[in-house]
């Protein structure tokens, strides 16, 4: 009877701590090693399960349960694979019973490679694997989302060229077709505000970004990818930083609203003026996670450890609903937080830039419609700017880097200018 054992040699490997999996398929007293190409990190086998466990010897507590999701979520992509491999090989060996073969090791081993070999052949449209990197992605689902964007874009790409594209055909021609499409003859989406053709250099530029996460995926992979990834520029336009001051937040702060659901979404929107979490944080907040008068949590988009020194305003909210935080979905948030602005008049102009192919086109509109949760981050940064907190302290608060805060996040009042021009001058 035939058998499949998964197994990994801890003297092969590689730099990044990785090992290859191997099936050792056994009958009639021959056994032969055979590289399932799957490579795993050496050090989360578990060799008596034949499995991949991220989380062996890690104590399961209230405040790791989400990155033990995460590990649970990426060991199931190894171990699926695995299982698949060993299901692999006996199939083959069932086939040639069928056949009146015996099913022989080194057999099983030929025919099991000509089987990878050809499915290599047919797994190298771009499209196709797309949609695995997505499923197979840890990230966070707004990261997925974006991630699914530009899957679309692609597969308008090949409609629109009337080709489905290998990875072996993505060189940097392909990449300057790619980029002309998007900016020039890309249908916009029923959703768009504008209809007609071509989005905007910063749609592209996210696009384009995404791709080449997708592309790295690959590579890392051994994926036959053409080494071109570091030389495909990303096109992007700075936008400007726009954020409540501090008298606009005060503002709203104090105004009374007479129905609840604005009151709600307004204090959780000060509430993270205050502290700069992002919303997937703010939505689990609790509790358990205020040690010493500080939010001590770890960020589940990047599991960086945050450290948010708790104020008096975000304490004073964080009593008001028992430290359970009303909870909405960020699409409704950010439509309720817009009419809360607007109701609190945060009315002054803000001007808008879009650029798309190089043309640029401007808009004046009163800031509360463009108020969104994001905002909230970019409000605190920007308030600790002027408070003179050090952007090393803001990146150990936030969880983000410098360099992104202040590229990104930190935004200047002309007042706070003024200020400075004169202590200076």
Not at 18 to 26: K, P
Not at 143 to 151: D, G, L, V
Not at 170 to 180: H, S, V
Request: proline share 2%; glycine share 4%.
């Amino acid at each position: 009877m035939a058998t499949v054992k998964a197994l990994t040699r801890k003297n092969k490997i590689n730099s990044k701590g990785e090992c290859v999996v191997y099936l050792r398929y056994g009958h009639k007293q021959q056994t032969k090693d055979i590289s399932s190409g799957i490579k795993i990190p050496a050090n989360n086998w578990d060799e008596s399960k034949e499995l991949v466990n991220s989380a062996k010897g890690i104590r399961k507590t209230k405040h790791n349960q989400a990155l033990l999701k995460q590990f649970e979520r990426s060991d199931a992509v190894f171990n699926t694979s695995i299982g698949k491999e060993k299901a692999s090989l006996l199939e083959i060996a069932n086939t040639l019973k069928l056949e009146n073969k015996e099913p022989y090791a080194d057999l099983v081993k030929e025919k099991y490679l000509e089987h990878k070999s050809e499915k290599k052949d047919s797994k190298d449209l771009a499209l196709e694997l797309f949609e695995s990197f997505i499923t197979n992605s840890s990230k966070s689902e707004g990261t997925k989302a974006n991630y699914r964007t530009a899957k679309y874009h692609l597969k308008k790409f090949e409609e629109f060229t009337n080709r489905r594209y290998r990875l072996y055909e993505i060189d940097l021609k392909w990449i300057d077709a790619y980029k002309r499409f998007l900016y020039k003859d890309i249908e916009r989406g029923e959703r768009a505000k504008d209809k007609g053709k071509g989005i905007s250099d910063n749609s592209v530029g996210t696009t384009v970004k995404n791709l080449k996460v997708f592309l790295r995926y690959l590579k890392d992979r051994n994926y036959n990818v053409p080494d071109i990834i570091d030389k495909i520029k990303v096109p992007r336009i700075e936008k400007t930083i726009i954020f409540l001051t501090e008298e606009e937040l005060n503002q709203l702060s104090n105004y009374s609203f007479s129905e609840e659901k604005y009151e709600k979404v307004r204090d959780v929107f000060v509430l993270n003026c205050y502290t700069g979490l992002r919303y997937s944080d703010l939505q689990r907040l609790n509790k358990h996670h205020i040690q010493d008068g500080a939010i001590e949590m770890r960020a589940y988009k990047n599991q960086k450890d945050l450290y948010v020194p708790l104020t008096s305003k975000p304490q004073q909210i964080l009593e008001k609903y028992n430290y359970e935080l009303p909870s909405l979905s960020e699409q409704k948030f950010n439509a309720y937080i817009k009419r809360a602005c607007e109701k609190a008049e945060i009315n002054k102009q803000v001007e808008l830039i879009k650029t798309a192919s190089g043309n640029k086109s401007y808009e004046y509109v009163p800031k509360w419609k463009v108020i969104t949760s994001h905002i909230a981050i970019k409000t605190f940064i920007s308030l600790c700017g002027k408070k003179g907190i050090s952007p090393k302290a803001v990146s150990e608060i936030t969880g983000k880097s410098v360099e992104i805060i202040i590229k990104h996040y930190y935004g200047i009042d002309k007042e706070t200018i003024k200020e400075q021009m004169n202590r200076v001058f």
